[in-house]
């Protein structure tokens, strides 16, 4: 206990100690040790050591790392939604362009894999028409000479060759609905084949009938074309092509059909019997399909050869317009957006000019304030990148039909791992958006001495 005669509110040299005053608060000491007159009182006071402390702007609770980012978050919530509405956009166009050209791609290929083949041979002046049935299904008649099947059959390289016939049903009272029906030949048939195989108990006998999952029936039902009644025995599994609005039927029962359809149907359906309207062929193990389908044209006159590869090719010319729109909306967007948000960071950093200035004075080192930046930045682009996404992708499950049927192209929702890919493609996007936009605003205010800083926001 050391005695002085001091005066609340008088300065003394030494820091690290404060003065006890009977009855008063303590004041702090900054002075040697001993008495002290002070003109009218004098008080005994006593030193008592003080800690020397530093706030730890990492670990304290008050001032956490994740606790501010909130905090700022939630300052300024309308900004805050007009930059996320940003990202949101960004990520809603790019993952909308890859989740078109992967949904009709994987269409495509589901599709080919259920008909089983590698070439489909067409009249020639029919073959927008033949794919328009394959992608589509959009109901179409059309034939050319049943000789050139057994010349199809017979050249090298060609394995199997399975004839069909196209016939549009009408919508009419004779007609359930207008629908493709495709008749094939069971004996060479590996499309609808392959499928029975896989489901034993299935036959396809007289008057029994095969329909796509769009076909809104249940096995067990009849169904009427051209007046003849039909059984429904079996539903294909969704592809997303033309197969999924067809109906698939035998030579005899459409042969049959046409013949009553004079006396049953509004119209009358007429079938050549020596004519089909296209031939699939399966090629051989080690012959190329495309050399394959080469030798067809020349040998059979008259005749156009389609390949997944070209149906790939014209659906990628189908979505071509609307990809580009949706790549050069993404692209755009990004453009703009980058120094708009910039512009926006560097609004907000100066509005907290005083307040990271103050974090920098308690303590708070350059890389802390830079990270509290960053991470601001890229809560905005997640939050928006998942909010587009997920409207996007919404949108797009909802009106896949009507896209499918607009823009005449097989389309089937995309494999989750396609989506998990596409989704984070766009969510990537929308980060590194981000973070450029707010890397300079979060350079330039670390620039700053947080004393001036203080000082101009005081004056």
């Known amino acids: 206990m050391q005695s002085g005669i001091g005066r609340s509110g008088d300065s003394f040299p030494d820091g690290n100690h404060r003065f006890e005053l009977p009855g008063r608060p303590p004041v702090q000491a900054i002075d040697a040790p001993g008495?002290?007159?002070?003109?009218?009182?004098?008080?005994?006071?006593?030193?008592?050591?003080?800690?020397?402390?530093?706030?730890?702007?990492?670990?304290?609770?008050?001032?956490?790392?994740f606790r501010l980012v909130w905090r700022n978050l939630s300052n300024r919530p309308y900004r805050n939604i007009a930059t996320v509405f940003a990202f949101a956009i960004i990520a809603a166009t790019l993952f909308s362009s890859q989740?078109?050209?992967?949904?009709?791609?994987?269409?495509?290929?589901?599709?080919?894999?259920r008909m089983g083949a590698d070439i489909?041979?067409?009249?020639?002046?029919?073959a927008a028409a033949s794919q328009s049935v394959i992608l589509i299904g959009q109901p179409n008649s059309f034939f050319f000479a049943d000789e050139g099947f057994g010349k199809i059959s017979r050249i090298p390289g060609v394995a199997k060759a399975s004839p069909q016939i196209y016939i549009a049903t009408l919508f009419a009272s004779c007609c359930a609905a207008?629908?493709?029906?495709?008749?094939?030949?069971?004996?060479?048939?590996?499309?609808?084949?392959?499928w029975l195989k896989q489901n034993p108990g299935i036959k396809l006998g007289k008057d029994d009938m095969i329909i796509g999952s769009s076909i809104v029936q249940n096995v067990g039902n009849d169904l009427m074309f051209y007046g003849h009644t039909f059984h429904v025995v079996g539903i294909l599994q969704r592809t997303g092509m033309g197969i999924d609005n067809s109906v698939f039927v035998r030579f005899e029962?459409?042969?049959?059909?046409?013949?009553?359809?004079?006396?049953?149907?509004?119209?009358?359906?007429?079938?050549?019997?020596?004519?089909?309207?296209?031939?699939?062929?399966?090629?051989?193990p080690g012959y190329s399909p495309a050399e394959v389908a080469q030798e067809i044209q020349e040998q059979v006159p008259g005749t156009k050869t389609i390949t997944p590869s070209?149906?790939?090719?014209?659906?990628?010319g189908q979505l071509g317009a609307v990809t580009r729109i949706l790549v050069g909306s993404t692209l755009a967007v990004t453009i703009v957006a980058i120094p708009l948000l910039g512009f926006i960071?560097?609004?907000?950093?100066?509005?907290?000019?005083?307040?990271?200035?103050?974090?920098?004075?308690?303590?708070?080192?350059?890389?802390?304030?830079?990270?509290?930046?960053?991470?601001?930045?890229?809560?905005?682009?997640?939050?928006?990148?998942?909010?587009g996404i997920g409207a996007a992708m919404g949108i797009l499950v909802f009106f896949q039909d009507f896209i499918a049927v607009t823009l005449k192209v097989p389309f089937s929702m995309p494999s989750p791992l396609s989506m998990m890919v596409n989704g984070a493609g766009a969510l990537l996007l929308s980060i590194l958006v981000g973070g450029l936009s707010s890397l300079y605003p979060a350079v330039l205010i670390n620039r700053s001495e947080p004393y001036a800083a203080i000082r101009r926001g005081e004056s």
């Open 310 to 316: 070209g149906l790939l090719n014209a659906v990628s």
């Open 120 to 126: 489909l041979v067409v009249p020639e002046q029919y």
């Open 35 to 65: 008495l002290r007159e002070t003109g009218d009182y004098r008080y005994p006071y006593r030193r008592i050591p003080v800690p020397e402390t530093r706030m730890n702007m990492n670990s304290s609770s008050e001032f956490g790392f």
């Open 253 to 284: 029962d459409a042969f049959t059909m046409a013949d009553e359809s004079e006396l049953k149907a509004v119209k009358k359906l007429t079938i050549p019997r020596e004519k089909v309207s296209a031939v699939l062929v399966q090629v051989e």
């Open 345 to 387: 960071s560097a609004m907000v950093a100066h509005e907290r000019m005083k307040e990271i200035s103050i974090l920098r004075a308690l303590g708070a080192k350059k890389a802390f304030v830079m990270n509290i930046m960053l991470a601001e930045s890229f809560s905005l682009a997640i939050i928006g990148g998942l909010i």
């Open 178 to 194: 207008p629908v493709q029906m495709i008749a094939i030949d069971p004996e060479h048939d590996f499309t609808v084949s392959s």
């Open 99 to 113: 989740y078109l050209v992967n949904g009709a791609r994987e269409s495509l290929d589901a599709g080919m894999s």
